[in-house]
């Protein structure tokens, strides 16, 4: 979901969005909406981290956890 996406899946109607989410001032709606965009891509981000971990055997030492396949499980090119 882009943020052009998010605004417009919550401009159909604005009043009626503003009502439902309690935000009155311009400053409660932007918040409102910067949280749920940053939550979204929070979500995606973890999932993909979860399923994209690699694990780094190091001999009898055992396993580590490879950092850059977490870091770069989700890509900030996703984020628009």
């Known amino acids: ?10 401009g159909g109607n604005p009043i009626k969005w503003m009502k439902e989410n309690n935000c009155i001032t311009t400053k409660q709606i932007t918040i409102k909406l910067m949280q749920d965009f ?5 979500e995606l981000a973890l999932k993909a981290a979860s ?20 870091l770069n499980a989700y890509s900030i090119d996703l984020i628009k």
């Open 38 to 42: 940053a939550k979204y891509h929070v």
């Open 1 to 10: 979901m882009t943020a052009n996406d998010l605004y417009s899946k919550y």
């Open 51 to 70: 399923e994209d971990v690699e694990l780094e055997t190091y001999g009898s030492f055992g396993n580590s956890v490879n950092k850059d396949s977490i």
